[in-house]
C-alpha cells in the first residue's frame, strides 16, 4: 500500500492521533478546536457528494492535524487532492458548535502547500504567475486579455480544443458570460463623492455592464458617484490560491485608491464584499458594503418604480450566506420594490459549483452542483434569476446553455436599474445617505 494512505487512513480512524509538534503546528492548532461531532457533514457539498471522509470538513480538519503534527508532509498526494477539492464555501463554519475558523484555515493550509507546489503546479507558477500578478492589478491588461478572449469565442477556438483540457474547459465556460468592457467614466472632479464603487477585476471580461449599471442606477437616484482608477483585484483568488502575501500586497493598494473619507465604498460583487470585510484594515473594512446594503438605507419608496408584476428566484451565493451574512437584507431591499416578487433560494447542496477557480479545475462537482441550482432557481418559473456573484453568475450562465428558454440572470445593480422608471420626478427627495 502507498505509505501516504497509510498515514492518511491511520489519521482518519484514530483522528486523535499521537499528539506531536510538526513544523507547521502554530500556524494549524486552531484545527484542535474540532470535536469530530460531525454536525457540518450534511452541509458540506463535496460530502455530499462523495461520501468520502476526506472529502468532509472533518476529514479535511484531521488531514491538517496530520501536517501540524508532522505526520503528513505538504507533498502528500492525499493531502493535497482533499485540500484542493474543498470548495471554500465555509457552509461548515457556519453549522459548526465549536468555533471552527474552517476558512482562515482552510487558507493557511493552502499558503503552506503553495509553498511547495508539484511538478505541473510548478512550471505552471514559473510561467503564468508574473502574467496573473499584473492582471490583477493592470486594467489595460485585462482589457487586452479580455479582446483576445472575446475573438476566440469569435473564431470559434473552443470548438477545437477538447473539453478536457483545462484551456478548452474555460474558453467555452465562460464564452456566454464574455461582454464587451465599457468605458470607464470620468468621476466628479474636485468633489467628495457620496459613494465609491469596488468593481472587482472582472470589469475587461463579464461584469462591465454591471459596473455601468450601477452608476447609472446611483446618479439616478441623485448620488454623485465615483470609479476610483487605481482600484485593483480585491485579493480573493491569491487569497484562496494559497497566496496570502500577494493577497495582503492587494489590499494595500486598493486602500490607496480609495482615500480616507468617510465615503462609504459599495463593493458590486459578493465575493469581493467578503475578502475586503475579511482582510482589509479597519477603517477601509467599516467604509465597505454592497450595493443593495447601500440601497437598503435610501428612501427608495420615494423614486418612481416600475410596477409591472415580475418574478425573481434570488440566488444567495456561499460568501453572502456564510461570510457577510446579508441574505435577509438582500431579500428584503427587493421586496420593497413595487410589483416584484421574490423568491430567495440557497443552492440544494449549499454551493453552486463555482467556488473560484474550481468551475474550471473540478468541473464534474462544479456542473452536477451548478445544474442542481439552476434547477431549484428555477422551479417556480421565474421571469429572471438575480445573483449578487460574478464567479456563480458565470457558471450558471455556461450551464443555461443546456436549458433553452431559461430565464435571465442579472446581477442586482442591473436588475435594480432595469426597474427604476426612466423618469426620475421633479420634486425629488432630499438626500439620506447611510452613516
Ligand atoms: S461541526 Fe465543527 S466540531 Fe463538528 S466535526 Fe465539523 S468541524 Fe468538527
Ligand atoms: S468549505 Fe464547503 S466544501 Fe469545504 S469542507 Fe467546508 S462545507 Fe465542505
Redesign the pocket.
Known sequence: MHPDTTSAAAIFRNPAGTKGKGRYAADLEDADRCVHCGM?LP?????VLQRVEG???RG?LTLMQGLAQGQLQPDSPTLRRHIQ?????????VVCPARVP??AL?DRTRAILAERPGGSSRVREHLFGPIRNLALRRRSLRRTGALAARMARALGLRHLLPRSTRLGRMLRHTAPALVAAPERPTGNAGRTPDVRLFTGCMDAFFTGPDAAAAIDLLQRLGLDVDLPAGQVCCGALDQHLGRPAEATALLQENARAFPAADTPIVALDSGCEAQLCEHADADFRARVTSLTGFLSQLPLEDFAWREEPIRIALHLP?TLRNVTRETDAITRLFRRLPGVEVMAAVPPN??CGAAGTAMLTQPEIADTLGRETLDALQVHRPDVIVSPNVGCSVHLRALQQDSPGAPRLLSPARFLCERLAPAVPQQGPDRRLPG
Open positions: 457540518c452541509q458540506c457539498p463535496t460530502y472529502d468532509s470538513p479535511r477539492g474543498c470548495l471554500g464555501c465555509r457552509s461548515c463554519e474552517f476558512g482552510m456561499c449549499n454551493c
